[in-house]
């Protein structure tokens, strides 16, 4: 049975009614707050209990060395892991000398509401102590999106029952205590007390403390303020030691009379900077914040969202759960991304430690097209920071004895740190990803400064590396071999398709781009023959597929191998790599994410609609979605090939992924990802959008195809497209398009050019759903319908 | 320019007449003395100076954790790791208070001598010590090959030029400090003080010390007595620690006069025994020696020589550094499995440490096939051992999802301790080696009862691997996919030729011996349908071959990936796998090591003559020889293709591995299967040994087509068959075979049915040798010729 905390459906916010222990941590990740520089896990106020306590700066971290049994040249030796910062979010609280800590005495009341329209986590609870006395407790705490190095808190205690002496401490804690990480002990060296004191302070309300890490060598700097609002009686003092610098505010209560603490805090880190710089800035920023005022930062908060959820927002009508979901995701990707600045989005942003806070590939395959349409100046902040590590991604190719530039399977700081490498270095597809996930900014928002700065330099390397690992035959065919795709269930394979589609684009959109910024090109070294291998090598991409089964290969020869042996997989030996050897999954027709059917989604030009009907068949049936980076795809393919029905189920599987926990994971992070993926679901599966290739990859148009489920009555969403916003309306038979601001623009519906104003919406009609026989995954795969959907009754998830 | 120690060419011996301190370490692994239990390091007596001080007991290791930045199911999760053992061949000498360390004073004369046909290392020094007084030093020691839990050491001292006191200290010694490991702290761990003592003992000239493993947990033992004739101012003390046991002799010494001490050592170890168990077995084995005295050991020694060359000889006429070479090489061969008994042969027999002592397929393939015709009762002990690991390898086989036994990659007690998996776990072949390694010692000895109690379950339990590890496609092909031939700069890759013909060797011998002992397949829940399945996966074995260019794949598409650029790549790059990442080689036409060579070497039938010809010219050029186990194979197929000038460089390169320290890395120990390449090369190259195979795999034949380089004049060579020796003396122009002893043995000649008897030799003259054209190596990978020969000149190895 899955246990997970259970919250009420409500269409803008996520609300916790009850308190439940066993799942704290997974509540700790959904309740997180970010802004992409600053992450506070959801911890509770006091502290503990905790699942796992976190605070986290978008690029801290901690190396450590990567161990082999047998090592190999090129490997990775040195990785790097997040760690947590310095904590600034605990206030305890005794109540009459009992410490405030909710596994003793008796929890009346709990309330949590994360409210994605005003970006606060609001908190209530009522708790007898052991002592008997009876306190109501609230906090509201923000990380703030205007304020990019600040968090806040108001805590508020108050007695209910009769008169008591509270003492609040405020604390900033270092090196805090983790619970026992298992695996390398040298990991586990590197991220307990990964940080060696170089300052601490507290005088009157501002405490202080800047540590540094001993092998990245970055210093981290966190200050705090506070207002105290209690009667007469209350008095304050501050502490300091190495690790914790210490506020403690008493007062006795009377009941009902309320002791007030706001708590303002700033961090800073830098690997460059001094103690005195990083110690002024985190002092400024407090001050700034302090200046604002918590009402301030709210207000600010709020106008922030209030704009994002205008040019991004999704509405379902017919599944509040899902509509819920959407906002939920939305909001988190947001939080992931907003005010990064030229740093990574890591794969569980800043809500856990999970994959040790690394970014992958599916920040740009997943995350990016989000924002794109959503908040397009992440998506340049973002791209900068990949732009920002070419060096090290040149030194990567060099190394391996390719051209260009390789990037990172996983990283933090720019360097490879995935030591494990059928999966890792041979994933060459994320330098494709990068470059297109640029190109596709550059084209939705008509950034032409970006791609002369940025964009063409990733397109030019990304090419070059393509160019030198790839081969032509002797019949001119280009292959490239040995590499892995998105499937992690396959590995070193021959011409996959993914890749192969992925880099062609990479290659002519490099050249194309090349052509744009001639200038810019030739002080990258690009010359016109160099163009011409990449158009080249691009016009005779191999691209494998099997004629007797009318169906492209996921790569050269797969559709030869063995068929898993479904029938005899029992489901709890799901996931499969928990059960099964890696050689054997490697060497088997069984695939554990969207890899083909991803690429039916990037590049839908190079399928005919019977091909992607096809392929959806062959490979649905033997998809086992271990991954969480796959049922959204698979919900667009079944969109398009007219499985509604199905693509609704893996609708609600990619958007429950982490309020539903399911693959039980969710205490080490939010799937960022897979959160992305629920918008992916709606809009490029149900909303049908698509971006479609003119001339050479640079003017390309947007289209819808959309088309609802049975249980939805209407989908609404607006995506952000060179400077205007677009809202599409779907109802059941036809869609409304209607620009929100903006000159007139351009877009298809179903293919069928259409001209959409500011003025007035342009509706049409939706086609009937093509209807084909229903495809099958493998034996008891099959995804459990929506509640309320016939799958629901007949087809439990087993 | 490669520095190694010189010795002198002689045909019956390795002397060494300097002492070079540089190279210490490697002559200490050419000069190790083994009956294949115990293994002594040729370290100087004294103990110091030394390269790595070594002893060894076959089957004693520790324990470590394997690491992995990224785990996987089914990763084997501790490694194993042999252990320098209680060192008894530590004689320390004190000369008037001056500890004799050759690094000090002034060493006059040294020589060591290593007789093959003794057995016996001499010794002799003489040596000026710091404080002036010389001395004459010789000792002699022996490992006994007919006592095997016994080695003993005539150590002898005489002052030279003046009265001198001596003190001669016989030791004992536990956990010996040696010297640094870099790599993994846990396997330093491991091996620094392995042993901890449970019982320390000194009286009289007795010595002894109990020891025990902690983590694998076994007790090894070590006893010593001494004979000591001296003038009558000899004294003699004993004492012990619990790492140290120590016998100290001093006398007052005129010129002349010397002072002699006979050591008898006796070792013994279990997992099982009790204290007192092992301590009685090392006091009576070492109280054996004792009586049966030094010149008893070494007469037995000879005589068990004497024996072993009789049936084993090889004699080159042209060559004497080949003829040295070949001796030394069996010689060592035998070391290493004389007395192994039902332990394996590990890849460096008991000479170093390198491969962490442990046994490979090499074993198998390269070191059994010589001891089948040369010691074949080793034969039956080291398979024997395979046998009892079966347990293991069944567990391995059910944890991988397969049927059958799944043999490990490295091992020293049964279990996988391989932990990189795309050379190790995946290299099945391992399986059908050592399925086929039986099968090669039944036909070749006739002995049924060893094939009836061991032979047809390891043929049994590997058919059952390969029947599930391979598939039928929808044609009926039976495939073999997702697995690592020999050459391990391939990997992971579909039906590699030489696995897949052995697999189908495996499966048609297992289905013939279970219809040969149909009571005993019964036991073993064979039933016809599943040998029904053998044969029909056999017969429907994939053999991957391009039509196009007439040539045989190593795999499935391997002639078809990009070539390795050997032009672009400098000679100081080689090993390859040392300056390029695996990645990248494995995606490439580049090969370490003989494979689809090994297997026209193994499966001759498979392949035309010119099929031979024309892949051996094909991957000649592809092949780089990064590996020691590539040149013997390519020796005999270059011979058999009519390349006999090649073929006479690839058995210098293997015959001299280890002499002439080739790979630069002889100090962790001797390359076993390359010294029996030696003999492959000679015997299955100029001789043209094959087997072969009649009727279902029975009846086969032994057939020779020898060819001799020009160099060499005449090449005699016995082998052991069917209880008969048979000698085949090749000349320029004809072979004379005949029988030492025994009935009348049906053999080939060039194909053609001969009878040899005992009576007479049968004389064929040799056809002439096909005419082909020179195969090219990849650039700058010739191999320099042998002295004397044209390409001696024109080519020096770069």
């Known amino acids: 049975m899955i246990t997970h905390p259970s919250f009420t459906v409500e269409p803008w916010c996520l609300r916790e009614t009850e308190l439940n222990l066993e799942v704290l941590a997974q509540s700790e990740s959904v309740f997180a707050l970010s802004n992409g520089h600053i992450g506070w896990r959801g911890n509770l106020d006091e502290g503990e209990p905790h699942g796992l306590p976190g605070a986290y700066l978008n690029g801290v971290y901690e190396r450590h060395p990567l161990p082999y049994a047998e090592a190999g040249y090129g490997y990775p030796e040195s990785g790097q892991t997040m760690i947590n910062v310095t904590d600034g979010k605990v206030i305890r609280l005794l109540v009459d000398d009992h410490p405030c800590d909710l596994r003793y005495g008796r929890l009346l009341a709990h309330e949590r509401v994360l409210d994605f329209r005003s970006g606060v986590l609001s908190r209530t609870a009522r708790w007898i102590s052991p002592g008997g006395r009876t306190v109501r407790i609230s906090s509201q705490r923000l990380v703030s999106f205007t304020q990019r190095a600040v968090a806040a808190i108001v805590y508020e205690v108050e007695p209910v029952d009769g008169p008591t002496t509270v003492a609040v401490q405020s604390e900033l804690v270092a090196n805090e205590q983790l619970p026992r990480v298992e695996g390398d002990p040298r990991v586990a060296a590197a991220t307990e007390s990964p940080l060696s004191a170089e300052e601490y302070f507290a005088q009157d309300t501002r405490l202080r403390l800047v540590h540094r890490t001993d092998r990245s060598g970055l210093r981290v700097g966190a200050a705090a303020d506070h207002l105290i609002e209690g009667p007469e009686s209350t008095r304050w003092t501050a502490q300091c030691e190495p690790d914790v610098s210490r506020l403690t505010v008493t007062a006795d209560l009377a009941p009902g009379q309320p002791l007030r603490l706001v708590k303002f805090v700033a961090y800073g880190w830098s690997g460059e900077r001094s103690l005195p710089a990083v110690h002024d800035q985190v002092d400024g920023a407090v001050a700034a914040a302090v200046s604002t005022g918590w009402d301030g930062l709210v207000a600010a908060q709020r106008e922030y969202l209030d704009r994002f959820w205008a040019g991004a927002d999704v509405e379902v009508e017919g ?28 794969a569980k942003g800043l809500t856990g430690t999970g ?10 395959s997943y995350v990016l097209p989000v924002l794109t349409f959503t908040a397009p100046e992440t998506v340049a902040s973002a791209l900068r920071w990949r732009h920002g590590t070419l060096p090290a991604a040149r030194e990567r190719a060099r190394q391996l004895g390719l051209s260009g530039a390789l990037f990172p399977w996983r990283t933090i700081d720019g360097a490879e740190c995935s030591a494990y490498w059928p999966a890792g270095t041979a994933a060459f597809h994320i330098n494709a990803d990068i470059a297109m996930a640029a190109v596709r900014y550059v084209m939705m928002t008509g950034d032409e400064e970006f791609e002369r700065r940025e964009g063409l330099e990733l397109l030019v390397d990304t090419a070059r590396l393509w160019r030198s690992l790839g081969h032509h035959d002797a019949e001119g065919v280009f292959h490239i071999d040995g590499v892995t795709g998105p499937d992690e269930y396959s590995a070193i394979a021959r011409d996959n398709l993914y890749t192969n589609l992925m880099a062609r684009q990479n290659l002519l959109a490099a050249a194309a781009s090349a ?47 063995q068929r898993w042996d479904f029938e005899a997989t029992p489901p709890e030996n ?43 068949a062959y490979y649905e049936a033997l998809t086992v979605r ?3 980076l796959s049922a959204c795809c698979q919900a667009v393919l079944a969109t398009e090939t007219g499985h509604l029905r199905l693509a609704y189920a893996y609708l609600g599987e990619a958007a429950l992924m982490d309020l539903d926990d399911l693959e039980h994971n969710t205490r080490d992070g939010l799937h960022i990802a897979s959160l992305a993926g629920t918008w992916i679901a709606l809009v490029s599966g149900f909303g049908g959008l698509r971006r479609h290739l003119g001339d050479e990859g640079r003017q390309d148009l947007l289209g819808f195809a959309p088309r609802l489920p049975e249980a939805l009555s209407r989908l609404v969403f607006t995506v952000a497209v060179r400077g205007r916003r677009l809202t599409v309306d779907v109802g059941r038979t036809e869609a409304r398009y209607r620009l929100l601001d903006g000159e007139p623009l351009a877009v298809l519906h179903y293919g069928e050019p259409l001209t959409v104003t500011a003025e007035e919406p342009a509706v049409r009609s939706l086609p009937p759903v093509p209807v084909r026989p229903e495809p099958q995954q493998p034996h008891g795969r099959r995804p459990p319908g929506r509640p309320g959907t016939e799958e629901a009754q007949t087809e439990p998830q087993e």
């Not at 070294?525 to 991409?541: N, Q």
């Not at 996931?575 to 088997?588: A, I, N, S």
Request: aromatic share 12%; glycine share 4%; with cysteine.
């Open 574 to 616: 799901y996931p499969l790599m928990l059960h099964y050897p890696y050689f054997d999954l490697y060497r088997k027709q069984v695939i554990k994410q969207a890899d083909l059917v991803l690429a039916m989604l990037e590049c839908p030009f190079a399928f005919t609609d019977e091909e992607k009907a096809r392929n959806f």
């Open 319 to 346: 599944d509040a759960e899902i509509q819920q979901a959407v906002r939920f995701a939305l909001f988190h990707v947001l939080q992931a991304a907003a005010r990064g600045e030229n740093r990574a989005i890591p």
């Open 515 to 561: 052509m744009r910024h001639r200038d810019r090109a030739g002080e990258l070294g690009v010359d016109d023959e160099e163009a011409a291998t990449w158009r080249d090598a691009a016009a005779r991409m191999a691209l494998p597929y099997n004629e007797a089964l009318g169906v492209h290969e996921q790569s050269a020869g797969f559709t030869h191998l």
């Open 355 to 364: 994959y040790d806070g690394h970014c992958f590939w599916d920040t740009e």
């Open 626 to 628: 271990d991954s969480s």
